[in-house]
């Protein structure tokens, strides 16, 4: 069975500090990996995916998100924090198809609210 | 390119009464997938459209919901009647279809935040 696990509901994190977002997963089979973002009043925008190859990920905005299939964890990371960061970041993995289908449904953490402060 | 939208933004209805969400997604994605959000927990796959077919519905929690896409376009989400616990944010995502196996990002919109009272 495919899950997400966020452990921490709230990060703060000071302007120019660096952030993590914590990620780790279950799944049956490569993990297929996204983070997406919620502003207020707007809704999920991709940030970044794995797939395969580099461990090390970029995306949009300077964020990045490390894969370890060690820890199976998919930590976002950003080396300094902007207070437009702030948003709420969830992270979510791909299941597998469903009746031929080559696109499986997500299955989403329950978001981390980040605050960023001036 | 418009993005994915959905219709109402907001939406506050009492107990036993019929609602319906509407999505429109980007033009040319094939899948059309519905999720919801309860307050403070995670986001859960309700169901799956590729074209007009619904792919996988298991997500659906009950015969009160009834997801259409007709033609294939633009999808609505029908709830009757509405309980208490029908409550949260309804988010719709679309995505292309590619060929063998594809990994693209979906495409979400800006969710339908439904109340009932």
């Known amino acids: 069975a495919q899950s997400v696990a966020q452990p921490e509901d709230q990060v703060n994190v000071a302007e120019g500090n660096p952030l993590t977002v914590k990620c780790t997963y279950s799944?049956?089979?490569?993990?297929?990996l996204f983070w997406y973002v919620q502003y207020p009043n707007r809704g999920l925008q991709f940030l970044l995916k794995y797939i395969t190859g580099d461990n090390l990920v970029k995306g949009s905005y300077g964020f990045e998100a490390e894969f370890n299939k060690s820890q199976t964890s998919f930590h976002l990371k950003k080396p300094s924090a902007l207070v437009s960061d702030s948003a709420l970041y969830f992270c979510a993995v791909r299941g597998l198809p469903f009746r031929g289908s080559t696109l499986g449904r997500l299955y989403f953490g329950r978001g981390t609210q980040l605050t960023v402060w001036p | 390119e418009a993005g994915v939208t959905q219709f109402p933004s907001h939406s506050v209805i009492e107990k036993g009464q019929t609602v319906t969400l509407r999505c429109d997604p980007i033009s040319g994605h094939d899948n059309l997938y519905w999720y919801r959000r309860v307050m403070g927990k995670e986001i859960k796959f309700l169901l799956h459209?590729?074209?007009?077919?619904?792919?996988?519905e298991s997500g659906m929690p009950n015969n009160r919901f009834l997801a259409e896409r007709t033609g294939g376009t633009y999808s609505t989400l029908k709830v009757q009647p509405a309980e208490l616990e029908d409550s949260g944010v309804y988010f719709c995502?679309?995505?292309?279809?590619?060929?063998?196996?594809?990994?693209?990002?979906?495409?979400f919109g800006p969710g339908t935040r439904l109340t009932v009272t």
């Open positions: 799944v049956s089979g490569n993990p297929y």
């Open positions: 995502a679309s995505s292309p279809i590619g060929v063998g196996y594809q990994d693209y990002e979906q495409y």
């Open positions: 459209f590729v074209k007009e077919s619904k792919q996988d």
